[in-house]
């Protein structure tokens, strides 16, 4: 019995370092791109703008926005720029499809 109680007791502290180091692992901020927020902006705005690059739902993208840049609420000013989870590879594809 105390070797199952080891084992689980061992299994459980693994699992428990292992989420330490996953959520410590921060983003690569320069893999994705910046932009700088225009007058009335708003995240909810950029998370549909750039969704087919994103592939996040509305409240994910806002999630890791908020997290990435450490915003303390939503509420985001015109001028500031804020790093969202569009990877720079492909924004450069989206906009070479536009142009």
């Not at 080891?6 to 994705?32: H, I, T, W």
């Not at 007058?39 to 994910?60: F, V």
Request: hydrophobic share 45%.
């Amino acid at each position: 019995m105390k070797l199952v109680h080891y084992l689980v007791f061992s299994c459980l502290s693994f699992l428990l370092l292992a989420g330490f180091v996953y959520a410590s692992d921060p983003v690569q901020k320069e893999k994705y791109v910046e932009i700088t927020v225009t007058p009335g902006d708003t995240l909810w705005e950029l998370a549909d703008k750039y969704r087919s690059s994103h592939h996040l739902s509305t409240n994910e993208f806002i999630d890791w926005v908020m997290d990435v840049n450490h915003l303390p609420n939503e509420k985001i000013v015109a001028g500031e720029k804020l790093v969202i989870p569009v990877l720079k590879s492909e924004a450069d594809d989206m906009f070479a499809v536009s142009k």
